[in-house]
């Protein structure tokens, strides 16, 4: 049974390995969705095949915000808004012409992540678990290519610690969507 995962990413990568590599480096902004979470500054890098059709390939993305805080214990204050993650994808793109959409499975954890109106919570922190990423992307043909890309991550495995005022008690498990708008500049293939 372990054998059939191992045959199917065998076929995925191999042929891609005689491929030309390109090399992409994003940068913009992103936030967690549903709810008054910050914006904060996004960044991406990807190395995969440059091969016609489906391109596999890694991919690094990070949300580099501020860091939340503790939750004000007196109603009506507020805290420190924050959303720091890091995901490490295995990544599929599918590219024709210069439009291209890309899915990938992955490690991802939060680090930091609070509402700006934290007074009725704790941050929310999170282990090493489950990342799921889709993206759109446009680019230039030109070399080097240009591109506008937008996407949502999901992160899993995220957890509240301890309770303030009338808010939430302890929660585990949880999952937060981010979406993100990146500027992307692609090398080689």
Do not use: C
């Amino acid at each position: 049974m372990r054998a059939f995962p191992l045959a199917i990413a065998s076929l995925v990568a191999f042929p891609s390995l005689a491929a030309p590599l390109e090399v992409e480096v994003g940068g913009g902004i992103g936030r967690v969705l549903y709810g008054s979470y910050p914006w904060a500054p996004v960044a991406s890098a990807r190395l995969g095949s440059s091969s016609p059709g489906f391109r596999p390939g890694v991919r690094i993305f990070g949300a580099a915000g501020p860091a939340g805080g503790d939750a004000a214990l007196i109603p009506g204050a507020t805290g420190k808004a924050g959303y720091q993650a890091l995901a490490f994808l295995l990544d599929l793109r599918y590219s024709r012409s210069f439009v291209y959409a890309s899915g990938g499975v992955g490690i991802g954890q939060v680090f930091s992540l609070q509402r700006s109106l934290s007074f009725e919570q704790f941050q929310l922190t999170g282990s090493p678990n489950l990342a799921l990423q889709a993206n759109l992307g446009v680019r230039t043909s030109a070399y080097p290519r240009v591109g506008l890309e937008t996407g949502v991550t999901m992160f899993s495995g995220i957890k509240r610690e301890g309770r303030a005022g009338n808010g939430p008690g302890p929660e585990t498990d949880i999952r937060r969507l981010a979406g993100h708008l990146l500027f992307t500049l692609a090398f080689g293939g």
